[in-house]
């Protein structure tokens, strides 16, 4: 079946720096969706990228779906200490949401 | 508008108990999942269900069972706990696959 990878596991980054987490599918994914999660928190969805070639921005945040639709990657410009958390994506699989690994970012002042 | 909840928040049970988690949502969803969360796992599908009165494994069914009551509801059921069942659940929902979905809080479950 369909996986999904991610990486970097882990990003340790001060705070100012770019941050960049890539996700790559077995296969052609129908659509990628990203979500944050807070520590202690649940994921909370961000985004959905459908088309080939798909740029998105919200603020910092940029969100690119691959041509052949089988990667993604979410890049931060200038983080943040409110962008500390772990940022996944998933993608769909016949109606059901397979998640990535999760890359945790943490950022020091 | 309490979106998706889960209870019970914490458990912890001994080895070879049975517990169900509950879950609830009240915004009209047809998908409803579960997730376990295991430090570098990420978040792996247990079971899923695409409307009321269906259910489809995930990534890992092993030692679990789900009923989808009705379209609100959508519980998960240890029947005899393990020690690698200790993780952290989360229920969400979906109008479908390709949209997204909405989280519960999460139960936090330990198995001793």
């Known amino acids: 079946g369909q996986q999904v990878m991610q990486i970097p596991q882990y990003q340790h980054v001060q705070e100012g720096e770019d941050f960049t987490t890539y996700c790559n599918s077995s296969?052609?994914?129908?659509?990628i969706q990203w979500y944050k999660q807070r520590p202690g928190g649940h994921p909370v969805f961000l985004i959905q990228l459908v088309k080939s070639g798909e740029v998105k921005k919200q603020k910092r945040l940029t969100f690119q779906f691959g041509e052949a639709k089988k990667n993604s990657s979410l890049h931060i410009t200038a983080t943040q200490t409110t962008d500390v958390g772990t940022y996944f994506c998933?993608?769909?699989?016949?109606?059901?949401?397979?998640f990535g690994q999760g890359t945790e970012l943490s950022v020091k002042p | 508008n309490a979106g998706v909840t889960q209870t019970p928040k914490f458990q912890v049970l001994k080895t070879g108990q049975s517990m169900t988690l509950q879950c609830a949502q009240d915004?009209?969803?047809?998908?409803m999942y579960w997730y376990r969360q295991d430090p570098g796992m990420g978040l792996r599908l247990i079971y899923y269900s695409a409307s009321e009165g269906t259910t489809d494994k995930g990534e890992v069914p092993n030692g679990y069972n789900v009923s989808r009551l009705n379209k609100r509801e959508f519980s998960l059921r240890l029947e005899s706990a393990a020690p690698s069942q200790t993780s952290v659940y989360f229920c969400?929902?979906?109008?479908?696959?390709?949209?997204?979905?909405?989280f519960g809080q999460g139960t936090r479950l330990t198995v001793v």
């Open positions: 296969t052609t994914l129908s659509n």
């Open positions: 915004m009209n969803h047809n998908s």
């Open positions: 998933a993608g769909d699989q016949g109606g059901k949401l397979i």
């Open positions: 969400a929902s979906g109008i479908g696959g390709y949209t997204e979905a909405f």
